[in-house]
């Protein structure tokens, strides 16, 4: 029974929580959508400035709500690829330097496989093998969880991820930052019919297409032309466009996602990152699994978003298979979830 302490400075949220295998003993996550909004989107340095400032505080803070101190700790974890460099860097730094300090082992945790981790989280008697569909600002893929730390990519996106299509069709309409929250409420007040968008379909050389890839830019761009035509006009029905390219990327998410879990013999689908909170993706993964005899799974919303309880029950597994990482393990911008065993 691993207790691990863990730290996710990734991107905009600066999280830390304190996990015992399945179980969240604590978990705090600071969210910087306000300090990056008037942006557009987020800034880069000022997410490394902002970790920086907040990140002491959180894991005394996250020791005291857990009620332990550090000789009840096993080991400190960090996400430490994909992410912002910069970010990445005071999340490792921190937790090398508390692992020195306090003796314990260090983990460098994959981001990509925190996301799959919230999974166990939400349901402590899930067990391999099973297909999970990661969607969020920076990422979407579909990843065959074949064993504890063994996957294999299927599909991915060849442009844009959900996450950042969300984004770019809400800046196209005036909606602000982050766009999935609010074409999701708009979403539900328009007619999801209305507009027929393209599904961003892959080209194959022998004139097929790619069955699990994913691509969101045509999406984009089909919306961006569409709305200025509606503008000469002279009014753009906002709703029915949100709830339409919504119904889109969701159909999409769905299809493709369903097709590798059949085509590959697994019945059990999950769903992490931001935009499995979406109400759209929900309806049509769980009308999906239900015509095909498949168990879907969504974590809670406050697993959706970025957050080190994901991360740190990722660690506690790799912990609890003998497994810890080198002191001199680097950060890294990239890094295909394959070859997350690279990390001890």
């Known amino acids: ?49 902002q970790h920086l400032e907040i990140i002491n505080p959180e894991i005394d803070r996250a020791l005291k709500e857990a009620q332990l101190d550090w000789e009840q700790i096993d080991a400190i974890a960090a996400t430490c690829t994909p992410g912002l460099v910069g970010a990445l860097l005071v999340g490792v730094a921190v937790a090398k330097t508390l692992a020195m300090l306090h003796n314990k082992p260090f983990l ?28 969020s600002g920076g990422h979407t893929s579909t990843i065959h969880v074949k064993d504890y730390g063994k996957y294999e990519l299927l599909g991915s996106t ?18 602000g930052y982050p766009g999935g929250p609010v074409i999701d409420k708009l979403a539900r007040q ?3 019919q209305a507009f027929k968008l393209p599904e961003g379909k892959i080209s194959l050389p022998n004139g097929g297409f790619h ?46 996602s369903v097709r590798c879990a ?38 809670p919303l406050k697993l959706c ?13 790799h912990y609890n298979l003998g497994h810890s990482s080198s002191l001199t393990l680097e950060v890294r911008s990239r890094l295909n979830i394959t070859k997350v065993m690279e990390l001890y």
Not at 1 to 16: G, K, N, P, Q, R
Not at 213 to 233: P, Q, W, Y
Not at 247 to 255: D, G, K, M, S, Y
């Open 1 to 49: 029974m691993a207790t691990i302490l863990a730290i996710e400075t990734s991107c905009d949220e600066t999280a830390v929580a304190i996990v015992k295998n399945r179980e969240v003993l604590s978990s705090i996550v600071s969210s910087q959508i306000e300090l990056h909004r008037i942006y557009g989107g987020v800034v880069p340095e000022l997410a490394s400035r």
């Open 108 to 135: 460098g945790v994959h981001h990509l496989e925190g996301h799959i981790y919230a999974a166990y989280l939400a349901q402590p008697k899930l067990q391999p093998p099973f297909m999970c569909l990661l969607v």
């Open 158 to 175: 060849r442009d844009d991820a959900a996450g950042e299509a969300f984004d770019k069709v809400a800046r196209l309409l005036n909606l």
């Open 190 to 192: 328009g007619d999801p």
């Open 211 to 256: 069955p699990y890839d994913f691509s969101f830019s045509g999406m984009k761009t089909a919306v961006m032309r569409l709305i200025a035509k509606l503008e000469k006009r002279g009014e753009i029905p906002v709703n029915d466009l949100a709830a339409s390219f919504q119904e889109t990327v969701a159909r999409v998410l769905t299809q493709r």
């Open 262 to 299: 059949l085509d590959y013999g697994v019945k059990t689908i999950t769903i992490g990152g931001g935009v499995a909170a979406n109400s759209g993706l929900r309806e049509h993964l769980l009308a999906a699994a239900q015509k095909h005899e498949l168990q879907v799974y969504f974590p």
């Open 305 to 317: 978003t970025d957050n080190a309880a994901m991360i740190g029950c990722a660690a506690a597994q």
